[in-house]
């Protein structure tokens, strides 16, 4: 018989990527974590981990063991939400978590709809970038998370996570008001290559989608200066020190001499809404998802 107490100790690897993380994630000590792997290893009479360099990595029998994992990590939410006394009626806790432009204009109205017409429905926002949301999902201790797909999260396909699309959000070029571009309702970005550029930072998934919305215009961005807000960003332009590429969802400072001008060939990101795999059935998620579905086409008019 497998100890499934074990078995979330191999999952956790897998995720966190070493043992120590995975081991500071579920409050054990390495060595413990490493124990309870071994005594998994011995129980099952195969190996799984091995050495690379200084670390270790899964062997080819601890990968076949997490397809199961997964798959019975996922029928875990479907036995709890089976067994619930209060099957169809969203009561309790639920938690959720998402970028910040998220939490302002989906999550935060969500919340506040959900708690007037569930009253035994409690709500709790957490604000998180995307791979805390799927490190929230994955130890349980979130629910239901907004995220902007990227290129280094975990695929569509994968088990422990149901991934579905939300909505578009499109990228405009904003420009001070007295730009010569400010007075057009399309723009082609080809028509900023001499500009110079305020970018999100290098590690921010929002900078692949302004190099590669630029590359697809036949240019390489001339970046002078680089933000982590939105709003330094706007007050940047506002101040006539580049233009640059805003999400429509971000709420920029009321006022600003600053205009946003749509683009052709709509660039824009993708934002999914995420649970652990089996989750969406659980009433309160499933309401949260409904609520979420009527503001979504709103949010970017």
């Given at each position: 018989?497998?100890?499934?107490?074990?078995?979330?100790?191999?999952?956790?690897?897998?995720?966190?990527?070493?043992v120590t993380a995975a081991a500071h994630a579920l409050h054990f000590t390495p060595s413990a974590a490493?124990?309870?792997?071994?005594?998994?290893?011995?129980?099952?009479?195969?190996?799984?981990?091995?050495?690379?360099?200084?670390?270790?990595?899964?062997?080819?029998?601890?990968?076949?063991?997490?397809?199961?994992?997964?798959?019975?990590?996922?029928?875990?939410?479907?036995?709890?939400?089976?067994?619930?006394?209060?099957?169809?009626?969203?009561?309790?806790?639920?938690?959720?978590?998402?970028?910040?432009?998220?939490?302002?204009?989906?999550?935060?109205?969500?919340?506040?709809r959900l708690q007037r017409r569930h009253r035994r429905l409690s709500v709790h926002i957490q604000e998180?970038?995307?791979?805390?949301?799927?490190?929230?999902?994955?130890?349980?201790?979130?629910?239901?998370?907004?995220?902007?797909?990227?290129?280094?999260?975990?695929?569509?396909?994968?088990?422990?996570?149901?991934?579905?699309?939300?909505?578009?959000?499109?990228?405009?070029?904003?420009?001070?008001?007295?730009?010569?571009?400010?007075?057009?309702?399309?723009?082609?970005?080809?028509?900023?290559?001499?500009?110079?550029?305020?970018?999100?930072?290098?590690?921010?998934?929002?900078?692949?989608?302004?190099?590669?919305?630029?590359?697809?215009?036949?240019?390489?961005?001339?970046?002078?200066?680089?933000?982590?807000?939105?709003?330094?960003?706007?007050?940047?332009?506002?101040?006539?020190?580049?233009?640059?590429?805003?999400?429509?969802?971000?709420?920029?400072?009321?006022?600003?001499?600053?205009?946003?001008?749509?683009?052709?060939?709509?660039?824009?990101?993708?934002?999914?809404?995420?649970?652990?795999?089996?989750?969406?059935?659980?009433?309160?998620?499933?309401?949260?998802?409904?609520?979420?579905?009527?503001?979504?086409?709103?949010?970017?008019?």
């Amino acid at each position: 018989m497998i100890d499934l107490r074990r078995l979330r100790v191999l999952r956790a690897v897998a995720h966190y990527g070493t043992v120590t993380a995975a081991a500071h994630a579920l409050h054990f000590t390495p060595s413990a974590a490493s124990q309870q792997i071994h005594q998994l290893a011995r129980d099952l009479g195969v190996d799984l981990l091995e050495p690379q360099g200084r670390g270790v990595r899964l062997t080819p029998a601890a990968e076949s063991l997490l397809t199961h994992a997964d798959a019975i990590a996922a029928r875990w939410e479907l036995a709890e939400l089976d067994l619930r006394a209060d099957h169809g009626d969203p009561t309790g806790p639920l938690r959720v978590t998402g970028l910040a432009v998220a939490v302002l204009v989906l999550l935060a109205p969500m919340a506040a709809r959900l708690q007037r017409r569930h009253r035994r429905l409690s709500v709790h926002i957490q604000e998180t970038g995307v791979p805390e949301s799927f490190d929230l999902l994955f130890a349980g201790e979130t629910d239901l998370a907004i995220v902007e797909a990227t290129p280094h999260s975990p695929p569509l396909g994968d088990a422990r996570f149901d991934q579905q699309p939300l909505l578009d959000d499109p990228f405009d070029l904003v420009v001070p008001d007295d730009h010569p571009l400010a007075g057009r309702a399309l723009v082609d970005l080809a028509d900023a290559a001499h500009e110079e550029w305020v970018a999100p930072m290098p590690e921010s998934p929002c900078r692949t989608h302004m190099m590669s919305a630029c590359g697809k215009a036949g240019f390489s961005p001339d970046v002078v200066h680089h933000a982590i807000d939105w709003n330094v960003t706007a007050h940047l332009v506002a101040n006539r020190l580049g233009v640059a590429l805003i999400p429509r969802l971000a709420h920029l400072t009321p006022h600003l001499p600053i205009t946003r001008v749509r683009c052709t060939g709509n660039p824009h990101r993708k934002l999914l809404t995420v649970t652990r795999r089996g989750g969406r059935e659980r009433p309160a998620v499933a309401a949260a998802l409904e609520e979420l579905r009527e503001l979504a086409p709103h949010a970017v008019a």
